[in-house]
């Protein structure tokens, strides 16, 4: 049996204005979001929890298999990359190795988190990346 593994995404979107860059939406966006996770699908719920909107603004690049080493000079303050996770900005340093969505309990089994609710954006990732 071969367990799943995880890989580094990074993820630039196209903001509607510079003005969005400021808005508190989408502020931890306007850099990039690092991400490790099991596909670009896993990723973007990750993305999705970072935001207080359920939508997520187009996609502009995904580099998958990021190389850390071109962050070093301009970005500090990075999570944990090899932990499954958003680790720029350093969301994974607040919910440790173990994702789980926002607001859900420290819980060891995850079928007590709520499903994904049908037909929204995600559906149209997961049907994209498949």
């Given at each position: 049996?071969m367990?799943p593994?995880?890989r ?5 979107f ?9 808005d508190?939406t989408f502020?931890c966006?306007?850099?990039?979001v690092?991400?490790t996770?099991?596909?670009?699908a896993d990723?973007l719920?990750m ?23 071109k ?6 303050g ?24 926002w ?15 049908p037909?929204t954006?995600?559906d149209?990732f997961?049907?994209?990346c498949?």
């Amino acid at each position: 049996m071969m367990l799943p593994t995880v890989r580094r995404f990074w993820f630039e979107f196209d903001l509607p204005s510079p003005e969005s860059q400021r808005d508190p939406t989408f502020a931890c966006l306007s850099l990039g979001v690092g991400v490790t996770g099991f596909d670009v699908a896993d990723c973007l719920w990750m993305i999705r929890d970072l935001l207080p909107t359920l939508s997520v603004p187009p996609i502009r690049t995904v580099t998958p298999d990021v190389s850390l080493a071109k962050f070093a000079p301009r970005v500090l303050g990075l999570g944990v990359p090899v932990w499954r996770g958003v680790w720029f900005p350093p969301d994974n340093l607040r919910t440790s190795g173990v994702w789980r969505p926002w607001g859900a309990p420290r819980a060891i089994n995850p079928s007590i988190w709520a499903p994904n609710p049908p037909g929204t954006w995600a559906d149209d990732f997961a049907a994209v990346c498949a």
